[in-house]
């Protein structure tokens, strides 16, 4: 079923604002996502499945870095679960760019008189909010595993999280925007995302890896943004889980740096690329 393209008025300078195009693409991302009961509990249901079955398999067999013996896998691999819930919406939310296109709603967009970057922002930023209050939520149940949660933590969560959320979607924005096929999208996930988080130190820290893996590691830009979680979410006071990581300014730095790079090169390869004609 095609989806009828959006109408953007004109104003007396022939183009419109900024706040209003970013705004609608936005709100049409939430409201695609909260009308998909099933993209809901995919999102926040497998990452908690994998988090209990894989915590649970491997926290007899497995300590991280130098972990004494109060060291719990389950809270250790917590951070890379809410990691991944990030991930996971950022790959739903770039993926829907393929069905726009499917459907013609991206061309009515791109001929509308608003700047291109309007419809790189508004993605971004609609699969930013709903992968960082996603994360935020699933964050609740810190408490019930033995993870305190102050109010200072909260909110220095939050923007760890955005950040992250902001990097991923961008990147998977660029992803999307070169592929024709959702099916091409899903071999590309498997292929690069996946792996990103895995070698993120979610699984395992950095400094447990052999040397080649620890350089792909340390070359992953999502490693960072797991390390800042990880260090404000067990706070400065523990180190039993961030004694191998990087330090907080040095982890939020890269992330923003990611972010930043990923957003412009989402501009620069997507709509950007081609001020006149659009991908058919």
């Given amino acids: 079923m095609s989806v009828a393209p959006a109408v953007i008025a004109p104003t007396t300078t022939g183009e419109t604002g900024i706040v209003l195009p970013v705004a609608s693409m936005v709100w049409r991302e939430w409201i695609r996502f909260f ?3 099933s993209r809901i509990i995919g999102v926040l249901a497998t990452p908690l499945v994998i988090w209990i079955f894989i915590g649970a398999g491997m926290g ?3 300590q991280p870095g130098s972990a004494g013996d109060d ?3 389950l809270n250790y691999f917590f951070p890379g679960i809410v990691t991944l819930i990030v991930l996971f919406t950022a790959i739903f939310s770039t993926m829907s760019i393929i069905q726009d296109r499917n459907e013609g709603f991206l061309q009515g967009v791109l001929v509308a008189p608003v700047p291109r970057y309007c419809l790189v922002l508004g993605k971004v930023l609609g699969g930013t909010l709903l992968g960082t209050l996603q994360g935020v939520i699933f964050c609740a149940i810190a408490p019930l595993i033995g993870i305190p949660l102050g109010v200072g933590q909260f909110f220095a969560i939050l923007f760890v999280l955005a950040i992250v959320a902001f990097s991923l979607t961008s990147l998977g924005f660029i992803i999307a925007w070169r592929l024709d096929s959702v099916q091409g999208f899903h071999a590309v996930m498997n292929l690069l995302l996946m792996p990103m988080w895995m070698l993120s130190g ?6 447990g890896a052999p040397t080649w893996m620890r ?8 490693t960072y ?5 990880r260090r ?3 706070g400065p006071g523990d180190s039993t889980y961030t004694a191998e990581l990087v330090s907080l300014p040095v982890a939020i730095g890269v992330t923003i740096l990611s972010g930043v790079i990923f957003f412009t090169l989402a501009n620069l390869l997507g709509p950007g690329r081609n001020t006149r004609t659009a991908k058919t």
């Fill in 71 to 73: 060291s719990n896998y």
């Fill in 225 to 229: 943004g797991l390390a800042a979680f």
């Fill in 202 to 207: 979610a699984f395992f820290p950095p400094g």
């Fill in 35 to 37: 009308r998909q009961p």
């Fill in 232 to 234: 404000i979410l067990h």
């Fill in 60 to 62: 007899s067999s497995f």
């Fill in 215 to 222: 350089a792909i590691m340390y070359a992953n830009p999502l």
